[in-house]
T-cell receptor, first 112, second 112 residues
Framework: GESVGLHLPTLSVQEGDNSIINCAYS??????FIWYKQESGKGPQFIID?????DKRQGQRVTVLLNKTVKHLSLQIAATQPGDSAVYFC???????????FGSGTRLLVRP | ETGVTQTPRHLVMGMTNKKSLKCEQH?????MYWYKQSAKKPLELMFV???????ENNSVPSRFSPECPNSSHLFLHLHTLQPEDSALYLC???????????FGSGTRLTVV
């Protein structure tokens, strides 16, 4: 029979608009968080990270916000471009271990 | 491209075959990882090596056997796989704990 894949939430935005992708993480002990971007046929690519002693960090066109109270992470992309179309994953790291735990991802579609 | 190179990019194998996936990193990182990415589940950690020693071993069937001969190379030996093992196998490296990973482009494995 046909395989049933993960149902990825999809965010569709107009080119030039800002995008906000959200992630709820699982463990209150997590102290390091990363956003990855994965384009079709490629491995995940590091975008930006944040440690738990911060609540906001900015990069080039991207901002990550961390709300430890509600265990929520968000990625904001300014002036979204067609090249931003991809699946975005958040990842959390606990207690300085080697293991990153990944979320299931959000698909971002940019309309021209 | 990313500094982590995986070969082959695509592999089709029968259930009785033996094959190996290869990963090489040119980043001077100390830790290397195997992850499995399938349509049904989020990224799953399989194995972690730090300075050639296995440091994590998530309940992975014995038909998957990792090997880390030095800190730049990582192999995943495959034997008598099942069709449900078909997935994208991703290799990654990191400087150590609590750092983002750098991923390779993956090996798309199909078991027939």
């Amino acid at each position: 029979g046909e395989s049933v894949g993960l149902h990825l939430p999809t965010l569709s935005v107009q080119e030039g608009d800002n995008s906000i992708i959200n992630c709820a993480y699982s463990n209150s002990a997590s102290d390091y968080f990363i956003w990855y971007k994965q384009e079709s046929g490629k491995g995940p690519q590091f975008i930006i990270d944040i440690r738990s002693n911060m609540d906001k960090r900015q990069g080039q066109r991207v901002t990550v916000l961390l709300n430890k109270t509600v265990k929520h992470l968000s990625l904001q992309i300014a002036a979204t471009q067609p090249g931003d179309s991809a699946v975005y994953f958040c990842a959390e790291n606990m207690d300085s271990s080697y293991k990153l735990i990944f979320g299931s991802g959000t698909r971002l579609l940019v309309r021209p | 491209e990313t500094g982590v190179t995986q070969t082959p990019r695509h592999l089709v194998m029968g259930m009785t075959n033996k094959k190996s996936l290869k990963c090489e990193q040119h980043l001077g990182h100390n830790a290397m990882y195997w992850y499995k990415q399938s349509a049904k589940k989020p990224l799953e950690l399989m194995f972690v090596y730090s300075l050639e020693e296995r440091v994590e071993n998530n309940s992975v069937p014995s038909r998957f056997s990792p090997e880390c001969p030095n800190s730049s190379h990582l192999f995943l030996h495959l034997h008598t796989l099942q069709p449900e093992d078909s997935a994208l196998y991703l290799c990654a490296s990191s400087p150590g704990t609590a750092y983002g990973y750098t991923f390779g482009s993956g090996t798309r494995l199909t078991v027939v």
